[in-house]
């Protein structure tokens, strides 16, 4: 299995293993969706390889299990979105936990979704954590951190995860997806390191919604206001959820405008395909004009959630976009 990124929270485990100063339970918290449960998974599976540990050689048995996800001491407990992990399931892992490993020298917990714990499971995994079987170790996912309880947090080795970086979430979409590069590349620069995100956009067809969005904008600044009526239609999409990934956009390209108004071509411009338009609309607004626009947008966002008339929200940024132009 593949890793990409976070090479120094493997090596911290890997360290810890080689000098047999392992934790009992770890704590891995970090944005949604860059690879937390991934890397729990490569460690289980690299901390009960008979041959190699703490790397999995890939060959023998023990890791073939564990990649197909039935090795008969990994157990990794993960949960769909606005469920709880109840006490019962605590318990559960409880009983596994007490029990000796079925084939590897140790047992290895998964548990993802760590701050979807009830109250009460929550207090039931403390006391294993403050009392824990010998062969037993925890990993405790988290992307929200703080709703965890601090007596469970201070038993746990905190190991903290960031997005990764551009280059290497390329190489992902480029390597696992059949990206083309310059594609993988905006996508990895758009989705700020998150893998999920990345692969979201992807899914969504993200490149040809920025080709219809491109159309539009260049309509507008074109035609102003006979440019309105497509740029909104465009904008608006199909649904709510549609139309927050499109101002996600727009708001990027006016943060590239800003960019390049400051720093000229930079490296950290995300829409590097649309620099044409980019160029033409930093000589079109004065960076102050961005500034406000972007507020504009950050403000019709937080709007879309509630009850609001999409179009008309949609109408009053093209009109502020044109009455910048004007200013
Ligand atoms: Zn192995």
């Not at 992902?172 to 692969?199: D, M, R, Y």
């Not at 411009?269 to 338009?277: G, T």
């Not at 500034?291 to 502020?320: D, M, P, Q």
Request: hydrophobic residues 45%; neutral net charge.
């Amino acid at each position: 299995m593949k890793i990409y990124g976070h090479d120094k929270q493997l090596q911290i485990i890997r360290e810890a293993a080689a000098n047999e100063r392992l934790a009992h339970a770890y704590l891995f918290y970090g944005m949604e969706g860059i690879g937390k449960r991934l890397v729990a998974l490569e460690i289980a599976r690299s901390l009960l390889c008979p041959v190699s540990a703490p790397f999995a050689c890939g060959e023998c048995p023990s890791c073939k299990k564990a990649l197909h996800g039935n090795h008969p001491d990994i157990f990794l407990f993960a949960l769909q979105e606005a469920q709880s992990i109840k006490i019962d399931d605590i318990r559960m892992l409880q009983e596994k936990a007490v029990l000796r490993p079925f084939e590897a020298s140790k047992k290895i917990f998964i548990v993802d979704n760590a701050e979807a714990m009830t109250r009460e499971a929550a207090n039931a995994l403390l006391k294993t954590l403050e009392e824990p079987p010998p062969s037993s170790i925890f990993f405790l996912i988290t992307s929200r951190y703080h709703l965890l309880p601090s007596t469970v947090l201070s038993r746990c080795q905190k190991i903290g995860f960031t997005p990764l970086a551009k280059d290497v979430l390329t190489s992902l979409l480029v390597e696992e997806n059949g990206c083309a590069h310059e594609t993988a590349l905006t996508i990895a620069a758009l989705a700020g390191g998150g893998v999920s995100l990345a692969k979201n956009m992807l899914e969504g067809d993200i490149m040809t919604r920025r080709a219809s969005l491109q159309g539009a904008l260049r309509g507008l600044l074109l035609e102003r206001e006979k440019g309105v009526f497509d740029f909104v239609k465009v904008l608006a999409g199909n649904d709510k959820q549609e139309t927050q990934k499109n101002l996600s956009i727009i708001e990027s390209v006016c943060r590239d405008v800003v960019l390049f108004q400051l720093f000229g071509k930079t490296a950290d411009i995300i829409n590097r395909d649309w620099l044409e338009l980019v160029e033409e609309m930093a000589r079109l607004f004065s960076p102050l004009a961005f500034v406000n626009i972007t507020r504009e947008i950050e403000g019709a966002s937080g709007a879309l959630r509630f009850n609001v008339n999409r179009n008309l929200l949609l109408e009053t940024i093209c009109h502020k976009i044109i009455g910048a132009w004007e200013w």
